[in-house]
């Protein structure tokens, strides 16, 4: 996982940030272009599956490079859990783990060599996507 450095094969996702279905159904793009955006290396992280299904909710976002925490359920649990999740991050990269982000003045940032402008574009649409709707899912 580019977050947490979880290499369990079975838990890993290809994680887009701009989501497929988005781009299926975006009128704006022909076919070549929705291909493109679809396949784009730029367009994803290697995702485990607690961070992909918080990176989709809004739960966690990027912020340009730095992992913000997003919106919340209403559950009394989930703020402990990801704060915990979190203050553990830079404490289970194995030493030299160059395939993660990095923890820098407290916060967790995409590796500069990884973050381009096509990956900004891409998380600022992830990001006004997921700040601009309540995309959590309901607790009924």
């Given at each position: 996982?580019?977050?947490?450095?979880?290499?369990?094969?079975h838990?890993i996702?290809?994680?887009?940030?701009?989501r497929?279905?988005?781009?299926?159904?975006?009128?704006?793009?022909?076919?070549?272009?929705?291909n493109?955006r679809?396949?784009d290396?730029?367009?994803?992280?290697?995702?485990?599956?607690?961070?992909?299904?918080?990176f989709?909710?809004?739960?966690?976002?990027?912020?340009d490079?730095?992992?913000?925490?997003?919106?919340?359920?209403?559950?009394?649990?989930?703020r402990?859990?990801?704060d915990?999740?979190?203050?553990?991050?830079?404490?289970?990269?194995?030493?030299?783990?160059?395939?993660?982000?990095?923890?820098r003045?407290?916060?967790?940032?995409?590796?500069?060599?990884?973050y381009?402008?096509?990956?900004?574009?891409?998380?600022?649409?992830?990001?006004r996507r997921?700040?601009?709707?309540?995309?959590?899912?309901?607790?009924?």
């Open positions: 996982c580019y977050i947490c450095g979880c290499d369990m094969e838990m996702i290809g994680s887009h940030i701009e497929v279905t988005d781009i299926d159904h975006n009128i704006h793009y022909d076919d070549a272009e929705k493109r679809a396949t290396g730029d367009n994803g992280f290697w995702l485990c599956a607690n961070h992909d299904k918080m989709e909710y809004g739960i966690i976002f990027f912020n490079s730095i992992l913000q925490i997003g919106r919340l359920s209403n559950e009394p649990t989930d402990p859990y990801i915990y999740s979190f203050k553990t991050i830079g404490n289970i990269y194995p030493e030299g783990l160059t395939s993660v982000g990095e923890i003045d407290g916060h967790f940032h995409i590796r500069h060599e990884h381009n402008e096509n990956m900004r574009d891409y998380l600022e649409k992830h990001k997921v700040t601009s709707a309540n995309i959590l899912p309901s607790h009924k």
